[in-house]
């Protein structure tokens, strides 16, 4: 049986608000019976099996599926990901500028992602080459430690008078 057209607004707005009194309002059901026809319309089963199919195609949009992920998981271990970072760098004159540069992800990230894939898929990897892969990222993660990508370098461009320069004034 096919839905009337308030029947499908009714699902339409019961997906949205997730109020069955609310949906039947807007469908344009009566408000003196908006509450009683939405519980009711929810009994109905080609009502509830349109709104059943909305909800799942909404999931199914909204909702990562495994070879996504696994996907994504791959193309972190790779370095082929890359994160949004911010940078502020002076100007001169006691300014600065910020601006948003692309950066791959970290080691510590790719090793993550390496471990996830590894929990997914022990058997597609001899043990060796897996400790190995896992050794080589730790090594990484290491050397990223030892780097400290956030210090900072203050740089007095005004002077304050102790300079060689200002002496000769």
Known sequence: MKLTEKQRRFVDYYVETGNASEAARRAGYSKKTAGWIGQENLQKPTIKAAVDARLRELEGKRIAKADEVMRFLTSTL????????????????????????????????????????????????????????????????????????????????????????????
């Not at 760098?89 to 471990?115: N, Y």
């Not at 400290?148 to 320069?165: F, K, R």
């Open 78 to 169: 790779r370095g082929e990901v890359k994160e949004e970072r911010v940078v502020v760098e002076g100007t001169g004159e006691g300014r600065s500028d910020a601006r948003i540069i692309k950066v791959q992800v970290s080691a510590r990230d790719r090793l993550e992602a390496a471990k996830s894939l590894l929990k997914r898929y022990p058997m597609l990897l001899d043990a060796k080459e897996q400790k190995l892969r896992l050794q080589k990222l730790e090594a990484e993660i290491r050397a990223a430690e030892q780097v400290d990508d956030d210090a900072v370098t203050i740089v007095d461009d005004l002077g304050d008078g102790d300079d060689e320069d200002d002496t000769a004034r």
